[in-house]
Structure formats: C-alpha cells, structure tokens
C-alpha cells in the first residue's frame, strides 16, 4: 500500500510539471512569433530606409532641395513668379 502511495504522489507530481512544460511551451511559441513578425517588420523598415537613402544621394532629390529650400535654378532656366 505504500509503494503504491509512493508511485500515485510522483505520478500527479510528473502530471503537474508536464502541465506547466506543456504551458511555457505554448507560451515560447507565442513569443517565438511574435519575434518573428517583428523580425519581417524590420527588415521591411530596413529596406525602405535603403530605398530613402538610394532616393537622397539621388541626382532628383539634390534638385528638388535646391529648387525647393534654396530657390536655385539653372543658368538657362525662365522663372515667372505670380504677381501679388
């Protein structure tokens, strides 16, 4: 009878632990996802800032700020301003 006491404690012992195995186990899962889309989400962040860099050291924005912030244009070019 006390053999058999013995093996039912450690069987609801080994049921309790392979409960909570079971829990941190779901729970990594869900982290591991979570991880993971947050992982394409950098990387998707990552290549529109190389995109934004290609687009700044590009000839198109160089004008674009000259024209825009410092009112620069080319020698050759006709500017009509509106009459106010």
Known sequence: ?????V???LLIALLVQSQNLIRKNQ???????????????????AEEIEN??????STEFIE?????????V????IIFKAEE
């Open 52 to 57: 934004l860099k290609d687009y700044v050291n």
């Open 64 to 72: 674009k700020v000259a024209r825009d912030k410092l009112g620069l």
């Open 7 to 9: 093996v039912m404690v």
């Open 27 to 45: 729970q990594y899962t869900e982290r591991k996802e979570e991880l993971e889309q947050e992982l394409k989400d950098q990387e998707i962040r």
């Open 1 to 5: 009878m006390g053999i058999a006491f």
């Open 74 to 77: 080319y020698e050759d070019e």
